[in-house]
């Protein structure tokens, strides 16, 4: 489950605006207060926005990437509002709080709430374009965030980098994200600082989407509107720069394999010389195994590159299958070794040049694959493993132990 952190507090509007009547002061208030909020139906519009000011890391085999950036929010401001904030100065709060979470963080290694250099305080009072008067809060962060990375297209990869989050225990009835009323952009980042040089930003963008909780939480079998909560996804897709790293490793593997063919050029019989060739060759692609390790992606499956290094090194261990064949004892195990090591130097050379076509064409593909997904909706889904317990059928007890 995605670990949540209380970040920042925003004023909500009641769609009901009666408050409730009290007398009591002090605890007693604050807990009727409370009591109301979460009892009364809200109708509430907050706009959020983020702006990302450096992008300090994305570590694909970790499945995290480290931001520090500045989130915005706004709300509308009731004529109570508008009053405090003349008398309060640097106290000044909205009159209703409600918390807003991050989703997705691993850590948040700071983060604090800008001041008004004006007024002092959190909270600051901005028109939008049609002279409405909105609170609006910035908290300043620098985190780790956890996001699920695809590397299977290296070097061609896209990725998203996520920023997720929820409207704490409001309903999607009582609280909507918007675009932000007193900014033009809902999400932005400046590239100006980046310490990622391997991955350029392609496309920034944002997404809304609801969740029924209880639904997720009974695996399907039950169903509750009250429990459907609002999330907010800001994305920034970024995309690997490949050059680079092709020059680095494909070119030089290329080159390790066509060495390798140079082993046809020796007798059939000299056996002793093609083996002695060909393992320094296999020594050579394990050595430059552990050089790459530096630029690959440590995953649990295949990537591009990794498919094509093992072609390479399966073509030096076919090269020794048959120096073996054709060599052993200087006759070979075969009749007319000579002339079967000849045609098969000529099928290598041409089997050879089909595999890197074919590489080509299938990294061609890969690339275009990976293109597509620059602008395509987001997909964002709750993934959860929960022990639904039939309360009817158990009787509303713990099934007891065998």
Not at 48 to 77: F, H, N
Not at 247 to 268: C, D, K, M, N, T
Not at 395 to 400: C, E, F, T
Request: proline share 2%; hydrophobic share 45%; aromatic share 10%.
């Amino acid at each position: 489950n995605a670990i949540h952190k209380t970040i920042s507090k925003v004023n909500l509007k009641m769609a009901d605006t009666t408050a409730p009547s009290t007398t009591t002061t002090g605890g007693a208030e604050e807990k009727d207060k409370d009591d109301y909020i979460k009892t009364k139906a809200l109708n509430v519009e907050l706009g959020i926005r983020v702006r990302i000011d450096q992008l300090i890391d994305i570590d694909t085999s970790r499945q995290e990437y480290v931001v520090k950036g500045m989130l915005d929010r706004d709300w509308i401001a009731t004529d109570e509002d508008l009053l405090n904030h003349k008398t309060m100065g640097a106290k000044y709060k909205p009159s209703v709080e409600v918390d807003i979470d991050f989703i997705n963080d691993v850590s948040l290694n700071e983060m604090k709430y800008a001041i008004d250099p004006v007024s002092g305080s959190t909270t600051r009072l901005s028109r939008d374009a049609n002279g409405v008067w909105y609170n609006r809060q910035r908290i300043e962060f620098n985190g780790r965030f956890a996001q699920e990375f695809n590397v299977r297209s290296f070097p061609f990869d896209v990725q998203d980098l996520s920023l997720v989050f929820s409207a704490a225990i409001f309903t999607a009835k009582q609280l909507t994200f918007v675009p932000m009323h007193t900014e033009v952009s809902s999400v932005s980042v400046d590239r100006t600082f980046s310490a990622v040089r391997d991955f350029a930003v392609v496309r920034t963008d944002v997404f809304t989407k609801n969740f029924d909780h209880t639904y997720a939480d009974t695996m399907g079998h039950v169903s509750d509107e009250n429990d459907v909560c609002p999330y907010v996804v800001f994305r920034v897709q970024v995309k690997r720069e490949w050059s680079a790293l092709m020059h680095r490793i494909v070119v030089w593997l290329f080159i390790l394999g066509a060495l390798s063919l140079g082993v046809l050029s020796y007798p059939h019989a000299d056996i002793d010389g093609r083996l002695g060739f060909l393992i320094t060759m296999i020594l050579t692609l394990v050595a430059f195994q552990f050089v790459m390790q530096s630029e690959l992606p440590r995953v649990a499956y295949f990537t591009l590159i990794d498919k094509y290094y093992v072609a390479i090194f399966s073509i030096n261990i076919i090269l020794i299958v048959e120096s073996i064949v054709v060599g052993h004892g200087g006759k070979g195990l075969i009749n007319d070794a000579k002339r079967v090591d000849e045609t098969f130097a000529i099928v290598a050379a041409i089997v050879f040049a089909v595999v890197q076509v074919f590489f080509m064409g299938y990294a061609a593909f890969l690339h275009k694959k990976e293109l597509a997904k620059i602008g395509k909706t987001a997909i964002f889904r709750l993934d959860r493993l929960t022990n639904y317990l039939n309360l009817k059928e158990n009787k509303g007890k713990y099934p007891v132990a065998e």
